[in-house]
Nanobody, 123 residues
């Protein structure tokens, strides 16, 4: 199973970025998995950002991004997105997508992880 995240880069404070994560694998059924985004800032532990259930019917956010970030998915395209608006310098981190069978991942105990994509927010 591969989770390929992309879309990171350098953005100014107040700007927006959209991350994508495409899942692939011969026996991987994307619609069986809750998907999530986590981030790890320099010198800090990896933390939960957002998650979405397998159907897309429920979403979850950390308090620090609620109202600014939106997670969505398209099961036909094996893709999950993270729309990040009103970015702040403290949002600078490597962002990872993750998959968890059956439930939306909100802890670090996930079945699969992507390689991460760096988002840098300049002040």
């Amino acid at each position: 199973v591969q989770l390929q995240a992309c879309g990171g880069g350098l953005v100014q404070s107040g700007g927006s970025v959209r991350l994508s994560c495409v899942a692939s694998g011969r026996t991987f059924d994307f619609s069986d998995y809750g998907m999530g985004w986590f981030r790890q800032a320099p010198g800090k532990e990896r933390e939960f950002v957002a998650a979405i259930t397998w159907s897309g019917g429920s979403t979850y956010y950390s308090d620090s991004v609620k109202g600014r970030y939106t997670i969505s998915r398209d099961n036909a395209r094996n893709t999950v997105w993270l729309q990040m608006n009103s970015l702040r310098p403290e949002d600078t981190a490597v962002y990872y997508c993750a998959a968890n069978k059956g439930i939306a991942p909100r802890t670090l105990d996930c079945d699969y992880w992507g390689q991460g994509t760096l988002v840098t927010v300049s002040s």
